[in-house]
């Protein structure tokens, strides 16, 4: 089974930056994919930015050109990097790995104040 741990969310001012990482206890080079999912207070869980093993990223329209998803593989972690945060980015980020399964991590919350 594949354990996620993400790490990195916290309270920011709206314009500002916020790094999220994310690893597990496989190798994330040999999963299908990877990548970040969150959930503001009310609402469904959304895709923001995901990672295909091919190398293919997909984003959120909402967060192009704002978020950016990397991988470093010799370091087995995943990254959301956010910039030019907006309150309604606000929400509990989930960091998603696949391999067969969907696997999740516990979440890390992001609040960003205006």
């Known amino acids: 089974q594949v354990q996620v741990e993400e790490s990195g969310g916290g309270l920011v001012q709206a314009g500002g930056s916020l790094r999220l990482s994310c690893t597990a206890n496989?190798?994330?080079?040999?999963?299908?994919?990877m990548g970040w999912y969150r959930q503001a207070p009310g609402e469904q869980r959304e895709q923001v930015a995901i990672?295909?093993?091919?190398?293919?990223?997909n984003y959120a329209d909402s967060v192009r050109d704002r978020f950016t998803i990397s991988r470093d593989n010799e370091e087995n972690y995943v990254y959301l990097d956010m910039n030019d945060l907006k309150p309604e980015d606000t929400a509990i980020y989930f960091c998603?790995?696949?391999?067969?399964?969907?696997?999740w991590g516990q979440g890390t919350q992001v609040t960003v104040s205006s």
């Open positions: 998603m790995m696949r391999y067969g399964f969907t696997y």
């Open positions: 496989t190798a994330i080079e040999s999963l299908q994919a």
């Open positions: 990672i295909l093993k091919g190398g293919g990223i």
